[in-house]
């Protein structure tokens, strides 16, 4: 039986915990998927998360304006990832995908948010580049402004969605300025013409995943969110809600793989008694169960202090990625450990999270790369 003691924490409200059980309830009816084919199963999550209105709190509701519940998200992500990661996957784009837009975009970029929240149309993230992952002022692409137009010339590459969404937020350089303050945000469809997939990408936890290239792809320039050389700011402000989520899907995976273990070591006789009676084996759930409790502070305290209206929440969104992430490698690799040869067997459950958990200490900011966030924050 899954640890929710932690709902009753005071950084939620009752609405809060509502959510999360009327969540659970739909996950343990519908998920896992079938991964087999990722592009149809990411479809049919998103469609079947729209229906069931899981999907609203991703983006802002054009019809009652506010802020992001960062709770909310969190929890959503925490939750999906403990049923099955490819559900935290699809729920997570829609939300990195349209960030820009909710936080920034006019009302009628707005009017897509209608579709990405009910899971009629599918959004992507293009900020990496093949020179600039972490090193993102340094981006090539650029669009070129041309009478009404700008034009995109360049590729973007390990694009989350790149080849199924319908709609991408693109960030290029507009030349302002050098470095960080020439960049600018773009909401692209994806039927422009000169926008392709070049290469679709894959990984140890598949999902759909691409090299885009966009040749002179010439969109108008009420494509533009934000102002002409705001690109940066406004990617770091979508990236600033978002992070401390991905803290919630390592914490939501390191919890399945908890519950796996304790479920593991008191099912199975070793040496004469269950496994959980040997001391060392219960060192190691206790060590589990710490960093389980330490992450989850740590994220949700991101969360709340987002929610309360702190205005950026670079450090507790960058402590709570960064510890929740790493230490949940660290949970899912005891529990690989206690499940013997069964924990590397392919397709059992420990072996999948093995998998998952570990392109969230990359993406949004690798573990170094916080570990520099944090330590200019506390200068
Ligand atoms: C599965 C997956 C999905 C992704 N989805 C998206 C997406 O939807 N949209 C998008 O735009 N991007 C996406 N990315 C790209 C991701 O954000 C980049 O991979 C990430 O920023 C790292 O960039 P890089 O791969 O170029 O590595 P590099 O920038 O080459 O960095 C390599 C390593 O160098 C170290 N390093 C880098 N900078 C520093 C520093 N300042 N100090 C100390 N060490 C440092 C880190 O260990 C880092 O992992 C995705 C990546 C993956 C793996």
């Not at 409200?13 to 959510?19: I, P």
């Not at 909310?72 to 990832?81: D, K, Q, S, V």
């Not at 013997?340 to 170094?368: F, N, P, T």
Request: net charge negative; with cysteine; glycine share 8%.
């Amino acid at each position: 039986m899954p640890d929710r003691s932690f709902l009753d924490w005071p950084f939620f409200e009752q609405r809060h915990r509502d959510w999360a059980e009327k969540l659970d309830t739909w996950c343990a009816k519908n998920l896992p998927v079938d991964h087999g084919d990722v592009d149809a199963a990411c479809r049919d999550l998103v469609a079947r998360l729209g229906e069931a209105g899981f999907l609203k709190p991703t983006a802002l509701d054009t019809a009652n304006p506010g802020p992001l519940d960062v709770r909310t998200l969190c929890l959503t992500r925490e939750t999906l990832a403990r049923h099955d990661g490819l559900a935290d996957f699809a729920f997570a784009m829609q939300g990195l995908g349209t960030g820009a837009i909710s936080l920034f975009g006019t009302p009628e970029q707005q009017q897509w948010l209608d579709r990405t929240r009910a899971g009629k149309a599918i959004s992507a993230f293009a900020l990496s580049e093949p020179r600039s992952g972490s090193d993102v002022a340094n981006m090539d692409m650029t669009a070129t402004r041309d009478g009404d137009d700008y034009v995109l010339s360049g590729e973007k590459t390990w694009i989350s969605n790149g080849g199924i969404a319908d709609l991408y937020t693109v960030f290029a350089r507009t030349g302002e300025a050098p470095g960080a303050k020439g960049i600018s945000a773009f909401l692209v469809p994806a039927d422009t013409p000169g926008l392709e997939v070049a290469e679709r990408l894959d990984v140890i936890a598949p999902h759909p995943l691409a090299r885009l290239s966009f040749n002179d792809v010439r969109v108008p320039a009420s494509a533009l969110i934000g102002k002409p050389g705001e690109g940066f700011r406004i990617a770091m402000s979508v990236l600033d809600v978002f992070r401390s989520t991905v803290g919630a899907a390592a914490l939501g995976f390191a919890r399945r793989a908890l519950d796996e273990t304790l479920d593991r070591a008191g099912n199975r006789e070793l040496f004469g008694a269950p496994l959980f009676d040997l001391q060392m084996v219960q060192g190691h759930l206790a060590d589990m169960a710490l960093d389980v409790d330490a992450a989850a502070l740590l994220v949700y305290r991101a969360a709340w202090t987002k929610d309360m209206g702190a205005p950026r929440v670079t450090r507790e969104a960058a402590m709570a990625k960064l510890f929740a992430t790493d230490r949940a490698q660290q949970v899912i690799d005891r529990a690989v450990q206690i499940h013997g040869g069964d924990g590397v067997r392919r397709g059992h459950i420990v072996e999948s999270l093995y998998r998952e958990i570990r392109a969230l200490r990359i993406y949004e900011g690798a573990s170094d790369v916080q570990k520099v966030v944090i330590a200019r924050q506390i200068k």
